[in-house]
């Protein structure tokens, strides 16, 4: 049996010449290892295509993997709602990693997820140029959403959205698309359309050593971290007022305060007002300015290595 190794090569010098924007959906990571994996980030985007096709230096590769014809077919089985194209060790592409259309007006954009148990799709997270970007009923405060319809942060893009899991699990893994619909320059509707495939595998016991060890250099980190705080009472309007540390910084630190009680006495039926200004923070000390109208008050402090 022939055992086959090739190497896939795409580049964007390849794509035809025209004004087309392209869709570009991408994943990071492609791979989940719960514990491991902090975040994954879905962002798909309209991408200008004039722009795009000046970085010819940009190059997509992909090996392979042995046994591709197996492969495929394993996919495609488990998979039936994606067009595999290429197989990797990690994952698998679906569609060729740029589609492109005339998109001129974007009027929305979704990314979907395939639910496996009801073998349906589930709407992950949408925009519209009428409805700032949301999550869909079954992934409400499970991920943060970002988008725009009409614009973008980065340069090259027209429009994007954006989902994000923090410290993900199996649960994430799956078939993902995303879709986009809008209007082209003949105001004639178009739309776009790409896909990922997100696995997970478990951590290896050499991968959950050195989490912990990095973990643990972490905790060690803090414990020598410089960290002071403690109480201060204003009954000034507007003075400055000094507190030295303990035990000097080597850099000026960040202080922060907040309200902790105040002495109302006889002004128990008056608005009172107060606040507190740091101006000048060293390694040795900080200053600050309060105002406490019509009594006094006491606030707490801390100040943290910067």
């Known amino acids: 049996m022939m055992i086959i190794h090739s190497l896939f090569v795409f580049t964007l010098a390849s794509l035809s010449l025209t004004d087309a924007e392209i869709i570009r959906f991408q994943s990071t990571p492609l791979v989940i290892q719960p514990v491991l994996s902090k975040h ?25 993997a042995p046994n591709t014809t197996a492969a495929y077919e394993r996919v495609n089985t488990t998979y039936p709602h994606l067009n595999v194209t290429h197989v990797t060790a990690d994952h698998v592409t679906t569609k060729p990693p740029i589609t492109e259309a005339d998109v001129a007006h974007v009027t929305s954009i979704i990314i979907n997820k395939v639910n496996r148990v009801t073998n349906s799709v589930d709407k992950v997270a949408d925009v519209t140029p009428f409805e700032a970007a949301s999550a869909g009923s079954h992934f409400l405060g499970l991920v943060s959403v970002e988008g725009n319809s009409e614009r973008s942060p980065k340069q090259g893009e027209k429009a ?22 809008g209007l082209d320059s003949n105001n004639l509707p178009v739309s776009l359309e790409s896909a990922l495939l997100i696995s997970s595998k478990p951590a290896t016991m050499s991968d959950l050593i050195n989490y912990i060890s990095i973990q643990q250099k972490v905790i060690d980190n803090l414990k020598a971290q410089n960290i002071q705080k403690g109480t201060s009472n204003c009954n ?13 910084f080597k850099t000026p630190p960040l202080v922060f305060t ?4 105040i002495n109302t006495g006889y002004y128990t039926q008056q608005s009172v007002h107060w606040n507190v200004t740091i101006t000048t923070v060293t390694e040795t000390y900080f200053n600050y300015s309060c105002i406490a109208s019509p009594t006094s008050f006491i606030f707490d402090w801390v100040a943290i290595d910067n």
């Open 258 to 261: 907040t309200f902790s009680d």
């Open 160 to 181: 994007y959205l954006q989902v994000k899991w923090d410290y993900p699990d199996y649960d994430q893994a799956g078939e993902y698309s995303c879709e986009i619909f």
């Open 236 to 248: 000034t309007n507007g003075y400055s007022n000094q507190i030295t540390f303990s035990n000097s």
């Open 40 to 64: 994954l980030t879905l962002r798909c985007s309209v991408q200008d295509g004039s722009s795009v096709r000046r970085s010819f230096g940009s190059i997509f590769q992909e090996m392979i």
